[in-house]
Every structure is written in C-alpha cells, then in structure tokens.
C-alpha cells in the first residue's frame, strides 16, 4: 500500500522560505513521477507542481520563480523549495505519485506576520 508523509510545515513570514519533505513508500520511487499539490482555506486542492522522471518541471503559474522541486531517489524523498513567500500560499500541503489516488496528511504551511 502506497504511503505520503510530509514534512517541513509551519510558519513563516512574507518573503521567507520554507522547504518540505515527502517521504514515499509502497511503490517504486525512482521510477514515477511526482506531483505536489496544495489547498487553502475554503478553496479545492490545486496542482502546484510535478517533476518527471528526465528531470523535466512544471508549476502553477502563481508559483513559477518561485517555488522549485526535486528529489532524492535514493531516499524516496520528494522536495518542495520555496521562497518569497506569500500569505496567499498558506495551505495544507500533499505530496502524491502521478495518477494515484492516495493522499497524505500533507504539511501545513501558513505564510503570516
């Protein structure tokens, strides 16, 4: 059974930075590409971003310059980097594998003075 742990989240104000973890289990890490999404208050899980298998990145464009992912496949660990943050990026968030259905706890992060 596949499994998401994040890790990393708390708070941090305007314009700071803030890196989350994502240990995942019960699959082959290394050979699948991974997304991270986010939701806010009141609003719907979104995609933020996904890093493929070559290397290759994508982000929501909110994000793009921003926020930056990577991975460590011999730690079954996806990251997150974020920097200039924005209240507007206070959510809860998931790491998750490319079409699966499972979901973690996720990582609360609020951006606050």
């Known amino acids: 059974q596949e499994k998401f742990v994040e890790s990393g989240g708390g708070l941090v104000p305007p314009g700071g930075s803030l890196r989350l973890s994502c240990v995942g289990s019960g699959f082959p890490f290394s050979e699948e590409i991974m997304t991270w999404h986010r939701q806010s208050p009141d609003k719907a899980r979104e995609w933020v971003a996904t890093?493929?298998?070559?290397?290759?990145?994508f982000y929501t464009d909110s994000v793009t310059g921003r926020f930056s992912v990577s991975r460590d496949d011999a730690n079954n660990t996806l990251y997150l980097e974020r920097k200039d943050l924005k209240p507007e990026d206070t959510a809860v968030y998931y790491c998750?594998?490319?079409?699966?259905?499972?979901w973690g706890e996720g990582a609360q992060v609020t951006v606050a003075s």
């Open positions: 890093l493929f298998l070559g290397g290759a990145t």
């Open positions: 998750q594998r490319h079409e699966s259905t499972t």
